[in-house]
Structures are given as C-alpha cells and as structure tokens.
C-alpha cells in the first residue's frame, strides 16, 4: 500500500487540526474530570472535616476539593463574588486544626509557558501550513485551481470498455473513411511510399442521433494510439484566455504522445463563426478558436496529430476551420437507408430473446427516416415492454407499439373522451386516410387510430413502398390533399371545423409556402427562390427575413399559397364526398376497434379506384356540407326508442334523403 499517497491529501491536514485540537484542550482541562454540585455543600463538608485536598480557582471563581472518602471523589462548586474570601477564611481555618492533610491553595490566573509558546508561534505555523498545502496542490494534490488552464481532456485507455467497427451499421461511407485513417496510423509507410500525407481532420456532421459520437468511440478501440476525448463547451471559460490555454496543453499532450487522435464533440461550441451575433463576438470562444486554428495548421506545427470532430450545426462553423489543411474530410453521416436500418436492427438485437415471428427486415421497411439513435430506441423499448409484462421473448406487436410509442409517444390511457369527440376524432382521421388511399401518389395507409398517443388525440400512420431522396410536385399535392382530409371531413360532416386540424393546417401551409418560394413549382411565378431564408442572429447568421421581391409579388406569393391550398382542399372534398359510404364504414370499424391495422385498412377501401390529382381551383364557398348526418354508433343506437328504428338505416349511410335519426342534430348545427 502507497502509505504516501494517503497522506498527500486532506488526510494529513485533518489529522494536523485533530492534534492542534487535543492539545489545547489537554492543555485547558488537564487529568480527571470533576463531580458538579452546590456551593453549599462543599461548605459542609469543610466545615465537617471530609475534605482532604481544596483548591480556590479565583479566574474562574471554583472551588474544588477532593474527599477523605476512598474513592478520593473530586467535585467542583462555583461562588459569587463576596465567597471567596469567606471560603479561603474557612479553609485557613481548617488547615490550622489539622482536618487539611493534603492542604489546599488559590490558583490566581496565569498563562502557561505552552500556551504562551503556542500563541506566539501561531501565525508561523498558519503560514507554514498555508505554504505546504499550496506547494501539494501544485504537485497534483487533488485541488483544480492550479490546473485552471489545463486540458479536460479524457486519455482512453486499454481499460475502457472497446467499441470496434463491427458495433457501427448503417455508415459505411463514413467506416471507409475512418478505417483509412486507422491503416495510416498502423501503417504509415504503406502511404509515404508513394507521398501521400495523413489528413489532418475529419469533421463529422449531420442530423442528431445518426452515430457520429459512435463512429468516434469506434475509431477509439480500432486504433491502437493514445486517443483524448473532449466536448467544446470544456473549453469555454468566464476567464479570456482560459480555453486557449486548454487547447495548447491538449495539443501538447496529443503531440507528446503522438501519433494520437484528439476527438472533439459538438465542436460548434467553440468553433462558431467569429464575429457574430448582436454588439459584436464573444472574446472567449474567439480567441479559443484562434488557437485551435493554430494549432490545426499554423506556423509551427508537428505532424502525427489526427483532429476527429462532431457536429450536427456545420453552417454556424467559422469558414477557417473548415478550409482543407485543417479539415481536409468532411464526412456526412446521414440517415441511414433501408439496408443500412437492417445492418443497425441487427447490431442492437444482438443477444436479445426475438420471437420466431420477429422479423427485423420488416422493421427496417416500416421506419423510414428513423436515424440510429431511433431504432436503438426501438429495440430497447420493445425489452422493457417485454420485461414489464413479464414475458420472455419479444415478439412482433410489441415491436410495433414501440415503434409508436418513439413516433408519438406511449398511450394515454388515463384521458377519456366522450362518445361526441371520439366519433369527431374518427371522421378526422378516416378522412386523412381515406384520401390518401385514394390518391395515387400518396404514401400507403399502414394504421389508423383514435386512441390518444403523446399530445395527438389520434393519428393515421402512412410510410413509403421505399426510401425517398427526391418529391415531385404531384406528389406534394397529394400530400396537401391527405394533410387536409381531417379538416375536410369535419366541415363535410359535421359542418363546422375543430380545433384538431392545427398541426395539418400549419405543415400543408409550410409545404405550399415552400413549393412557392423555394422549389420553384408555381407556373405563375416560374422557377425563383424568394427571399433568403429565417436566419439565427445569435449562431452568426443574418438578422430576420430578407425580402428580394417586390410587395406584388408578396401579394402573388400569398395568392399561389392559398390556390395551392384551396386545390387540395377541393380534392379531399371530392374524394371524401364521392366515397362518403366507405368514410362511414371506416369510422364505424374505428369507433369498435380504435386502431386499424393496414390488412383492416385496405380491407374497407376496397371499393375506392385511385384518381389522379386534379390541380383545380374551385374556390372556397363552393363546398357544400353533407345533407347525411354522421354514423350512430353502438351506445347512441342502444339509447333510441323503438319510434327511431326506421330512422337508424337512414343515418347509417343505407339511404340518402339526409333525415335526422331521432332528434340526432350534426354538431354545430342550429
């Protein structure tokens, strides 16, 4: 045992207190301890002649005796002034007559030659300590004001837990790059040979959740040399100069021990443009990222030091550090695709107890855009789903609810609804479905549901045959149809919209808005970008909405928005009115069972034929709502009389005449 390392810390000062303590407290109240008791008594004891020793202590007015018993009891009275001579008279007394054998005497206050010694040395020693404790600091002794300006920086060592290249999937433009850099290290002739220099950064960007952070860790246990971990918000300080500092000492280290690789995480934190914002930059993060600059690729630089870093924001990035002789790569780590979801699904199931009916490849087809971070999620959710019902494998249903519970959140189960807004609920989400079925350029209906899942009352689920790195304009127009078949069928069949169309309505306006100024897909106004874009002032981008165009063509732009609008608008009226039968249908199977799955789905639609979109503008006000009321579900049948029953067939979709069911009034309607 390194006894020494023990006593470098607060072990050793804790004990030094410890015996300054025993000591001025040995030196106060020295030997036994004394017996309390009244004045009075210690009287009658002297004047009894059980006393054999007495001492007056005049500092703090006490006197105390020890008897003549055998246990030589010691106690200890207090006196007022006035008692002390009265006291000291008496004891005289008894002296004289021989009952005093061990005598008795009066301590008058004096300081000890210790106690003198030790108040006069005291601030020598303070001093001392204070010198000592500083020098064990600057030796490492476990206090961080010293090391204020050194480097945060992580060493992974052979110790730490390996992620290898076989744990990542779904990345493999990204592998083919890193793995490039892990033979360099290993074999560096193999490329001075013919003159090839080591790049001297990679900067890894793209959305958050894809594996850039994993990629890293990766590159971590394939390597082989020494590789220091940091995040970019370690490096910023209050102090000016304290992040620089940081970095130089981090290059130091790194290049001590080269070749090495340094890996910084979320390096927008310190790598932002500079200059920006309101009233000028931030002097920390500036002179920060000037000796990052420097040390990447200034005036003096050693070679062997391979700078990895992370970033889902590369716009903000100051243009310096992106510049090939600092990051000569820069890799995309994107959503992975179909193939690469499988490779993912494949390394998160390893070891997991999967059903037989498990298939990980229809998994892969069923979460389009889902980034590594999701299906990771996914696989997790599923076991914990399994564990919490105490089942021993994880079969394909749960794997489906996990999959709804990462898009939307788990089932509130708690919320109820009355029967009114569940059947609203129900014609909403049949109408987005319906018309997406009906389109032809509309992604497949895969579930419909009216049960309440995060902050959504009810939602209807379409995904992609495959994945999709191109939209055509029909198909844009399709899905502005689908975004408004809720609202549609609210107004077709209960005359009057919800509240619950507010997501739809704010993203079809976001997708028109967009066809229109950015995709150049309005015949009117041709093919032009207008405007340049919502900048963030404060991540050194432009302040507000820079308008390049005139305010007609800000009235036009409006116009096209709304035309595009009211087209689609027009189009799920159409569809849902021409196929109002199988909307019913469908809600009354949505009312019974809450969730539809795809087979149910296509099961309903099976009377719809596919029309093409029609990009016509009718206009708003020619719409007229349906004469038929909604469906009468199960309970609301149950509560009508015997009078109502011809009625019934009437409001179930089998007659047309538009009679109302025993006094049942659409809502809204006066």
Known sequence: MDVKRYFRGPLLWILLFGLMVALVMWSVNPGRSYDQTDTSKVVQEINAGQVHSAKIVDKDQKIEVTLNNADKTRQQASWVDGQGVQLQQQLQQQYNQGKLPGGYNVDVPKQSVFMSLLFSLLPIVVIVLIFLFIMNQMQGGGSRVMNFGKSKAKLITKDTPKTTFADVAGAEEALEELEEIKDFLQNPAKFQSIGAKIPKGVLLFGPPGTGKTLLARAVAGEAGVPFYSISGSDFVEMFVGVGASRVRDLFEQAKANAPSIIFIDEIDAVGRHRGAGLGGGHDEREQTLNQLLVEMDGFDVKGGVILIAATNRPDILDPALLRPGRFDRQVTVDR????????????????????????????????????????????????????????????????????????AGPERKTRVMSEKEKKIIAYHEGGHALVAHALPNSDPVHKVTILPRGRALGYTMTLPMEDKFLTTRSEMADQLAMLLGGRTAEELVFHEPTTGAANDIEKATSIARNMVTEYGMSERLGARKFGSGQGEVFLGRE????????????????????????????????????????????????????????????????????????????????????????????????????????????????????????????????
């Open 336 to 407: 992975p695709d179909l193939e690469g979801r499988k490779g993912i699904l494949r390394v998160h199931g390893r070891g997991k107890p999967f059903a037989p009916d498990v298939d990980l490849d229809v998994i892969a087809r069923r979460t389009p855009g889902f980034t590594g971070a999701d299906l990771a999620n996914v696989i997790n959710e599923a076991a914990l789903l399994t564990a919490r019902f105490d089942r021993k494998l994880i079969d394909m249903e749960t794997l489906e609810e996990s999959i709804d519970r990462v898009m």
């Open 543 to 670: 302040m507000g909405h820079e308008r390049d165009y005139s305010e007609d063509i800000a009235s036009a732009i409006d116009d096209e928005v709304r035309r595009l609008i009211e087209s689609a608008h027009d189009t799920a009226w159409e569809i849902l009115v021409e196929y109002r039968d199988v909307l019913d249908d469908l809600v009354v199977n949505l009312m019974e069972k809450e969730t539809l799955s795809k087979e149910q789905v296509l099961q309903i639609f099976a009377p719809i034929n596919k029309r093409p979109h029609q990009n016509s503008y009718t206009g708003y006000g020619k719409r007229l709502p349906s004469d038929r009321p909604p469906i009468l579900t199960a309970k609301e049948m149950a509560l009508l009389g015997p009078q109502d029953v011809p009625n019934l067939s009437k409001s179930n979709g089998q007659s047309g005449d538009g009679e109302q069911p025993g006094g049942e009034q659409p809502s809204g309607e006066s």
